[in-house]
């Protein structure tokens, strides 16, 4: 499940940028708003991993092998993070229906959004804004992988709160409504902005 926040176009006759964030993103109250602040941004979102990124383009290479797709360029630094996505209504058409069921395929990869994000906005030549860590941050970013997993309150990891506006607690974690809810508590004593 996805949350989907709207900005009003400025005639007031639809949306001119749609927010799109996991179900298990925290929005800190004290965040600015990510649309001033990417205004300019046609498709905006963090940076992925680079294992994230050799996996879903070796599927992107394997169905253009197979002469369903055509192929695109491998480049890391462009491939992003689908748990925090800013879309501005100029890629209506590229993220399309249409296009999501011609290319449907791309949703069988290990890492579905961010693939057939990736190849989508390869071939249709849509630039992106790779948005600051502080959109889409995971708590216990330091923390070994067996304390990380173990995680129930966000009070014992080396996360800073208030310098964070999207906290997303990802599957890596055990405990996951435990943590949401007390990142929620801690957020509740934040100024709403």
């Given at each position: 499940?996805?949350?989907?926040?709207?900005?009003?176009?400025e005639g007031g006759d639809g949306y001119s940028k749609?927010?799109?964030?996991?179900?298990?993103?925290?929005?800190?109250?004290?965040?600015?708003?990510?649309?001033?602040?990417?205004?300019?941004?046609?498709?905006?979102?963090?940076?992925?991993?680079?294992y994230h990124a050799r996996r879903s383009h070796k599927?992107?290479?394997?169905?253009?092998?197979?002469?369903?797709?055509?192929?695109?360029?491998?480049?890391?630094?462009?491939?992003?993070?689908?748990?925090?996505?800013?879309?501005d209504w100029t890629v209506r058409d590229v993220f399309?229906?249409?296009?999501?069921?011609?290319?449907?395929?791309?949703?069988?990869?290990?890492?579905?959004?961010?693939?057939?994000?990736?190849?989508?906005?390869?071939?249709?030549?849509?630039?992106?804004?790779?948005?600051?860590?502080?959109?889409?941050?995971?708590?216990?970013?330091?923390?070994?992988?067996?304390?990380?997993?173990?995680?129930?309150?966000?009070?014992?990891?080396?996360?800073?709160?208030?310098?964070?506006?999207?906290?997303?607690?990802?599957?890596?974690?055990?405990?996951?409504?435990?943590?949401?809810?007390?990142?929620?508590?801690?957020?509740?004593?934040?100024?709403?902005?």
């Amino acid at each position: 499940m996805a949350w989907t926040y709207l900005k009003p176009s400025e005639g007031g006759d639809g949306y001119s940028k749609v927010l799109v964030v996991d179900d298990t993103c925290i929005v800190n109250p004290s965040a600015p708003s990510i649309f001033a602040e990417h205004s300019e941004a046609s498709l905006a979102m963090t940076s992925t991993s680079r294992y994230h990124a050799r996996r879903s383009h070796k599927h992107i290479k394997s169905l253009a092998a197979l002469g369903y797709l055509s192929t695109v360029p491998y480049n890391a630094a462009a491939y992003g993070n689908t748990d925090v996505v800013l879309y501005d209504w100029t890629v209506r058409d590229v993220f399309s229906p249409e296009n999501l069921m011609r290319y449907q395929r791309l949703l069988e990869a290990s890492f579905p959004h961010q693939t057939t994000l990736y190849w989508l906005q390869q071939t249709f030549d849509v630039p992106l804004t790779v948005l600051d860590k502080s959109w889409n941050r995971t708590p216990a970013a330091k923390l070994a992988r067996d304390e990380k997993r173990a995680l129930q309150d966000i009070r014992h990891s080396d996360v800073d709160l208030c310098g964070n506006w999207i906290m997303h607690v990802t599957g890596a974690f055990s405990n996951r409504q435990q943590l949401v809810e007390s990142i929620a508590t801690e957020y509740k004593g934040l100024p709403y902005t």
